[in-house]
């Protein structure tokens, strides 16, 4: 395992949507490994291995006990509600911006050990893996702004958004 340089946004893997895995293999199974320590040496609450240069469908997520998702391949495959909060990004480091989401999904993908798995999250979890979705399609959060107005400064926040934001979705 190793922490990994995150990418900043103006790199343009970030701007391409990523492949999709054919078989998870001992590389893949690195790879994932690579997205857990980086995430949490960030920290942060979901990583894309786009942002670490890789142009890959795989992406790992914090779960609200601290669990760690390990998705190849992740999908929405069922939806409900919206949440409207802020968010922010480890490859837009120091700034949020106001982002509406779906409150719950369930997203389908496969594990680390290759197995077809569906996870249903809600809140900051669901944020952040609806988030970390994006990346594998090329989408910032900055893309997705309720208002270009939102795009803040984490410092500029109320101090229970900040932690908010920082929870919820530094992906
Ligand atoms: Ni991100």
């Known amino acids: 395992m190793a922490v990994r340089p995150i990418l900043n946004f103006d790199q343009p ?5 990523a492949k999709r ?4 293999d001992t590389s893949i199974q690195r790879l994932i490994d ?3 320590e980086t995430m949490l040496a960030a920290p942060g609450a979901g990583l894309a291995a786009p942002q670490i240069g ?3 469908r795989v992406c790992v997520v914090k779960g609200d006990d601290n669990q760690i998702w390990a998705l190849v391949n992740p999908e929405v495959v ?3 509600g919206v949440q409207v909060g802020y968010e922010g990004c480890l490859s837009y480091p120091g700034w949020v911006g106001e982002v509406a989401r779906y409150e719950t999904v369930v997203v389908k993908g496969r594990s680390r050990r290759g197995k077809e798995v569906r996870i249903k999250s809600s809140g900051f979890t669901a944020r952040a893996f ?3 979705i994006d990346h594998l399609d090329g989408v910032l959060f900055t893309d997705r702004l309720t208002n270009i107005d939102t795009l803040k400064r984490i410092e500029e926040l109320e101090t229970d958004q900040q932690e908010a934001a920082v929870a919820a979705a530094s992906g």
């Open 13 to 17: 893997v970030l701007r391409e949507k």
């Open 21 to 24: 895995v054919g078989r998870v």
């Open 34 to 36: 690579d997205l857990a």
């Open 54 to 56: 890789v142009p890959l």
């Open 78 to 80: 069922k939806h409900d």
């Open 130 to 132: 609806q988030h970390e």
